[in-house]
Every structure is written in C-alpha cells, then in structure tokens.
C-alpha cells in the first residue's frame, strides 16, 4: 500500500529546498568575508599607486 502524504508538507518542503539552494548560490557569488574584501582593496591601491608612479609626463618639446 501506497504512504499517505500531505501535500501541504511536501510542498513546503519542495520550498524550503529550493530556498536553501538558493541560498547556497548566493553565499558563493556574494559571501566574502571583510578580511578578502579589505586585501582586495589594498592590492587594487597599490596596483593604481604604482601605474600612477610609473606615469610619464608630456613634454613640451614641440
């Protein structure tokens, strides 16, 4: 014999999946720690602190 279900229940477990995967999605595309998103800040200044160095001003040979 077949288990008596309740589609109440077995929906909101479906939903409840579903949230939890997409919750598992956004924790890898946005869940950076403040640790990585402040070393990530600092290499990007001093990325730009040294191209500023290495600028060559014009001349006004001409």
């Keep these: 014999m077949a288990e008596i279900i309740s589609f109440r229940k ?4 479906a ?3 579903a949230h939890d995967q997409q919750a598992v999605e956004n924790r890898v595309r946005f869940g950076r ?3 990585q ?3 990530d800040r600092r ?3 001093r990325r730009a602190t ?3 160095g290495a600028k060559r001003e014009p001349t006004d040979d001409e």
Excluded at 10 to 13: D, F, N
């Design 10 to 13: 077995a929906k909101k477990s």
């Design 15 to 17: 939903d409840r999946k």
């Design 33 to 35: 720690t403040k640790a």
């Design 37 to 39: 998103k402040d070393n």
């Design 43 to 45: 290499i990007e200044e």
């Design 50 to 52: 040294l191209l500023d």
